[in-house]
C-alpha cells in the first residue's frame, strides 16, 4: 500500500528555504493543517537564501526568551510561530517526558567565529538512496544554522567503508571528526592510546556541559561512555530508557486461523505449529533467516543455552554460545525439522531482499526479524496481520530468554581526533545533539512541516505531514533517514521517533515492548572494553571461531554432516584457542563490572 503524497498543502515559505535539502528537486514543505483550508504549496527554495544569520539565532544571554508553550497541542501554528521554532534556540514549547531532564545549555551558540569542520561518516544504503550527498541533508543543514557551525562531510563509497576508514588511519590525514568512531582495531581505547583520538576526559565538563549532563544523569549512561581506565574517548548515542528488544519469532494471523492452533510457546509446539501449517499449503513454514538477526536474540537456540556468540551465565562468568552441552540437541532439533521441509532452504545464504520475498509468499507462515520490518512489507504492503511469540522454551511455564539489551548506549560513536584544529568548536558542535533542542531536530526533524507538538510537549509525526506524505513516495524505511537521523551520536529516542513504530495502526512497538517486558535478558553481555592487546588477539580468534561455527552448524543443520560432527567441532575450536578467547572477555567483563 504505497502512500500518496497530499497534493495540496500550506505555504511555509520561510521553513522551506531553511530546510530544503536532499530529494528536494520538487520536494515541497508540508505546514500543519489549517482549520480545512488548504493553498497551494511552494517550490522549495535553495537551503539558506532566507534563512536567519546564524548570530540571530539565539537571544543573548539573560535575554527574555518568547513563551512559546502556546505550540503544546497546536494543530495549525502559524508561519511566524514556525519559523521561531526551526531558527532559533527557543525550546519553550518543549516538555520534559523523560525521568531525567534533557540539559539545554545553549551558550556556545551561536559559534563565535567563522568555522568549518570536516567530519568523516559512512552512507549506507538507505541514506544514500534518499541523500546522496550528506553535505545536502536538511536536518544536517538545519543543525549547521543553529549552532553556526558549518560541516563538510567525507563521506566513503558505498562497500568500502572499512578499506577507507583504515586507509584513512594508516595515511595519518585524519578529519576534525569522526562519526562511527568505533569501527576503529580495538575500538575507541586503542584510538586514544594510539594518538589517533582524543582523551575527551578533561575537555567534557569544560566545554560539552550537555552530554556531561546527561551521561552522568544515569549511572549505566555513564558507565557505558568510559574505557575502563574512566577515559572519555567519544562521545555516544546514549537513549534516555533502555530500548526495546527489536528482533524476534513473528506469526501471520492467517496462519493460526487456518491451522486452528494458539500461539506456541515451547519448542515442540513450534514444531506441531510447524508441521500444521505445512499441511495447510505453507510449502517452507518457517523463514528461518540469515545470521543478521539470531546473534542478538537465540530465537530457538536460546531454549538449550546455545546463544550465538559471547552471553554472561547464570553465574555472572563470560561464556561462548555454541559450545555449550545443549548444542547437539538444538543441532538434532533444527537438522530434523530441516528434514522435514519446516525451513526455507536457502536459510543459511538469503540475502535481504530474498527473505522479504519469501516472507510477503504463501510458502512462509513464521518470520525471524524485526515487527518495524514486518508492519511495513506484511501489514502495510500486504495487509497481513501478525502476531508475536516469545521465544520458544523446553518446559511449559519456563521463563523465556534473550540476548538483546542495549544498556541506554545506542546509535554510534563519534571521537574528535588529535589532527582537530578547533577542538572546543568540534565539542560544541557534538554537544549540541544532547540540548533539548538537539533531541528535537535529530529525532523529529523540523518543525510544522514534519512534527508537531502534543499537549505533553513531545514531538510526534502527524499524518498530514511529510513523513507520512513524502512527494518522492518513498518507503516510510527511508524516510526515517531523510526527514531525521535515525543513527547518531545523539538522544535517539527511538520509541517515540521511528514512525515506523509510531506510525497510525503500527503495533510493532507494542510487540517490541511484550518482548522485552516478557523475555529475560539477563544473560546478555554488556558492551565491555577490551585493550588494544586483547582486541587484535579477540579478532583474531573470533573470525577463526565463527568461521567455524558457520560451517559445522550450517552443515549439520542441512544433513551434510551427522550431529555427531560437533564432537569434532567443539574439539578444534579448543585447539584453535578458544579457552584464551573466553579469558579474554572474562577479562573485559570483570572491568567493566568494576567500573
Partial sequence: MKRKAIGLLLAMTMTVGLLAGCGSNGDTGAAAPDTGAQTESQPAANAGDDAAAPEDAAPEAGADVEDLSSLRGNTAPTEDEINAVNTTLNDTYLGDIFAETIPNDYSAYPWKEEVTLDVWMANNSILASVCPDLNDHRVLKQLQELTGIKLNFIVPALGEEATEFNLMIASGELPDIIMGAGRYTGGIAAGVSEGAYLDLTDLVDEYMPNYSAWRNSDEERRKTTITDEGVIGGVYGIAPYNEWCWFGLLIKQEALDKTGLPV????????????????????????????????????????????????????????????????????????????????????????????????????????????????????EDNDIDFVAALNPVLNKGDKSRQTYRNFKQTGSIAAITTQCENVEAACAFLDFAYTKKGWEIYNYGSYGDVHLVDENGKPYFYKEGLMYNDPEDQPLSNLIWKYRLHDMADIRDEHNSNPLITAEGSYSGDIRDYWTTNMDSSVTMPPVTLTAEESAREGELGTILSTMRNEYFSKIIMGQLPVDAYDEFLESAKAQGLDEFVALWQAGLDRYNAR
Wanted: aromatic content about 16%.
Fill in 264 to 379: 506456541p510457546e515451547t519448542v515442540d509446539e513450534l514444531h506441531d505449529f510447524l508441521v500444521a501449517c505445512k499441511e495447510a499449503g505453507y510449502n517452507e513454514p518457517l523463514n528461518y533467516g540469515s545470521s543478521y538477526g539470531q546473534i542478538f536474540t537465540g530465537i530457538i537456540n536460546g531454549a538449550y543455552g546455545v546463544w550465538d556468540w559471547m552471553y554472561v551465565d547464570d553465574n555472572g562468568k563470560a561464556a561462548w554460545g555454541p559450545g555449550q552441552e545443549g548444542a547437539k540437541e538444538y543441532l538434532t532439533t533444527m537438522q530434523n525439522w530441516y528434514a522435514e521441509g519446516l525451513l526455507n532452504k536457502d536459510w543459511a545464504t538469503a540475502d535481504f531482499n530474498q527473505r522479504m520475498a519469501e516472507a510477503v509468499s504463501d510458502d512462509c507462515a513464521v518470520m525471524m526479524d524485526s515487527p518495524d520490518t514486518m508492519w511495513g512489507y506484511w501489514k
